[in-house]
């Protein structure tokens, strides 16, 4: 009797760990799925959105995802209104970054508005070519805000929510150009997962020649330099970057040029014009959609 109740004693103690290596093994299979499913929401890029602001040729963007924002530009004085209402009607309340391209009053004109009415932690600004009204004005917003721009010399590259921001300054201190201030525009690449877009400022040749040596800016949408004003090296810049869209910032009395218009058109470049109204961009799961009012 007494080896019969070993024998059940034995038979229960492997019953047992039979049942418990089954347990474990369960938790374990569910431990691996749960590990996958998270590495899988970390591989799933964010949402970026992108507004193209229709305001006359200027250029104002907002880019934006569901925890970050960024502008680059501000339009001309009266443009920093339209830039805080679409900002109220998104329900967003703090800028992460605001990038000024260069200082010309079509892209620094209405910063003193975005800056009186949000939160804004960071301020990228190129070196400065001239001073005016509007640079007073911004300069005048930043310290009442008690904020600080910071001029970039060197390429400078910053993540936000997923999202990568590269800067790329210009080389030089002085361009020789008709106009200095377009050439010393920041040139900043976006990218969302495996998409980019590339604003490219007001950049005329001297500053195209320079970006024609840069093999790291090739983008899926481009910002045409210069509200579509053709230059020597307008093609082969477009080339460089081989967009499969574009957006040009212009107005129904500035009219960007038709020669440019015909370079996009003989690359299968599909281009849209912030004339014709706001051009919203979305950049989904690597997929791009683009609207217009």
Sequence with gaps: ??????????????????????????????????????DTEKKTAPVLSIECLS??????????????????????KNDGKDIVDFLDDKGI???????ISHFD??????AKKLIKNKSIDKVYVTYRTKTNGRTEDFDEA?????????????????????????????????????DDSNDSS????????????????????RRLSELLQNDELKADILKVPHHGKKEDLSALFTTHISPSY??????????????????????????????????TIKIEKNEILITQE
């Design 105 to 110: 009053k079509d892209h620094v004109g209405g």
């Design 186 to 205: 920041l040139v900043v690449k976006v990218t969302a997962g495996e998409r980019s877009v590339l604003f490219a400022g007001d950049a005329e040749n």
């Design 142 to 178: 930043l310290y009442g805000a008690g904020l600080e721009s910071e001029e970039l010399r060197t390429v400078t590259e910053f993540e936000l929510d997923g999202i990568v921001y590269k800067i790329f300054p210009p080389l030089l201190e002085q361009y020789g150009s008709e």
């Design 93 to 99: 309340n703090k800028i992460d970054c605001l990038i």
């Design 1 to 38: 009797m007494g080896v019969s109740v070993r024998k059940k004693t034995i038979i229960s103690v492997l019953l047992c760990m039979f049942l418990s290596l089954l347990l474990f093994s369960g938790c374990d299979s569910g431990s691996k799925e749960s590990s996958a499913e998270s």
């Design 246 to 279: 574009a957006v040009i910032t212009s107005s129904d009395d500035e009219k960007e040029d038709a020669e440019i218009i015909n370079i996009l058109k003989e690359k299968n470049v599909k281009t849209f014009l912030t004339r014709e109204g706001n051009v």
């Design 55 to 76: 305001v006359g040729k200027a250029d104002a963007f907002v880019l934006y995802t569901a925890g970050s924002c960024v502008i680059i530009d501000c339009g001309e």
